[in-house]
């Protein structure tokens, strides 16, 4: 078995880690930054408040990122780094500002537009770069810690990640009391978002030893506390293993990417307007039965481990987790009425990470799979 492993973004977990951040921007010897942030954070007056914390260090702020984000709002934040000389970003939120300044900081010192790197094939160069801290507000995406960017090209029509090695952030700050406040829609969304993660990297043909364990603390931190953080939005412990299983599970799907769900999640959110965790989630329990079998049944070990009979019960607590919050169960859920429409999702869920699945997973299987869940 041959594998990599590579993690360069230091983590600063705990309740109100937050308050380090002007001493971690001065461990990095910077001086000039901005804060790239969604407009709740900047309307709430949570920007406002870090602003005022870092004392001089944040000169501008950009919050014009709409939910999954696309070239054109990195455009626009590439303008507001250049115009503002800055050293370095902060990006506080969750996937979409962290999405959006990643890929704004890769290419901030130098003239271009992001589209050349995203779907033009331009490599990224060491010298364009900044450095970006990731100040996380969700629990979910992993992007804090990835080298993962999803953007979506409008004028093309494309939603697709672009990923470089030199698009890891430098440092993450996890503190799950900024989590708090995060309404249970998302919670749900986005704890199912890092159970995704967990399981598809687990079962990914890229999966290794390092990434595979991190994928089962995970997923068994998200069974047992993510309805108590939905039911308890104050359950500060069950915030704080929500973020745990969240920056665990972007470890585990860091090399090992993610894969069918992930895959037909893209055209979900696309056209149907689904949030990215809640469209990953609706295959989510359809894959786990669609692998239970692969590799000799690692999945039942896994699920066993989870404290699971085997991977099909594991499979049905995925459904029943996301009946008890409330997310959708089927395309007739968020609007998918013809045979038409699914014949639309599949074409757009042939994304290469369909290939990364340890069944293969061809034009026929996502079109059975989208009509046994109609
Ligand atoms: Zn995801």
Known sequence: MNWEFSMPVKIYFGTDKVKELPQ??????????????SKTLKNNGTAEKIIK???????AVFSDIRPNPTTDNV???????RENNAEFAVALGGGSPMDCCKAACAIARGQDEIESYHTGGKKIWAGETIPMIAVATTSGTGSEITNISVLTDMKKGVKTPMNDPLMYPKAAIVDPRLTLSVPPRVTASTGLDVLAHALESFWSILHQPICESCSL???????????????EPDNLEAREKMAEASIVAGVAFSNPRTTGSHACSFPLTNLYG?????????????????????????????????GFEDA??????????????????????????????IEKLTELSMHPLLEKNPIPLGYDDIKQMYHSIK
């Open 274 to 306: 689904v949030p990215h965790g809640e469209a990953c989630a609706l295959t989510l329990d359809y894959f786990t039965r669609y692998n239970a079998e692969a590799e000799n049944g690692r999945l039942h070990r896994f699920a066993r481990d989870c």
């Open 312 to 341: 099909y019960k594991m499979a049905d607590a995925i459904t029943e987790l996301k009946k008890k919050t409330g997310m959708a169960l089927t395309l007739s859920d968020i609007g998918v009425k013809t045979d038409e429409e």
């Open 75 to 81: 455009n626009s934040c590439v303008a507001v780094l």
């Open 53 to 59: 914390d870092c004392c001089g260090r944040i000169t």
């Open 217 to 231: 603390h995970a997923a068994r931190l998200v069974f047992v506390y993510l309805y108590k953080a939905y039911t």
């Open 24 to 37: 971690i921007i001065d461990s990095m010897g910077l001086k000039n930054g901005v804060l790239v942030c």
